[in-house]
């Protein structure tokens, strides 16, 4: 099995980034329509770009969108683990 290997982006040296400009990036790339960075927090965003970048890697059909239920949200991450798995993503590092 093919060992992917996720890479970190380099941001602009000395740019803030702001909520709205992600938020613009990710309605671009997602063709979506967030309006508030807390309407990502469900995790069907994250697991739209997961089949962005590794199309057929999760189901999308089941992804729960526009829900505001916590078990809505554990089924989305749920659903992105198991697509982090099927890639061969073991490990995700975290900023300090």
């Given at each position: ?91 995700v590092?975290?900023f300090?």
């Amino acid at each position: 099995m093919a060992m992917n290997v996720a890479v970190n982006v380099d941001l602009k040296a000395g740019h803030s980034y702001y909520c709205f400009e992600l938020l613009a990036w990710l309605n671009e790339t997602l063709q979506t329509g967030f309006t508030k960075v807390e309407q990502v927090c469900t995790g069907a965003a994250y697991c739209q770009l997961m089949d962005c970048l590794f199309p057929g890697s999760l189901d999308l059909s089941r992804i729960r969108f526009q829900s505001n239920q916590t078990v809505d949200y554990i089924h989305n991450y749920s659903l992105l683990h198991s697509a982090f798995r099927k890639v061969g993503v073991v490990q995700v590092s975290t900023f300090i």
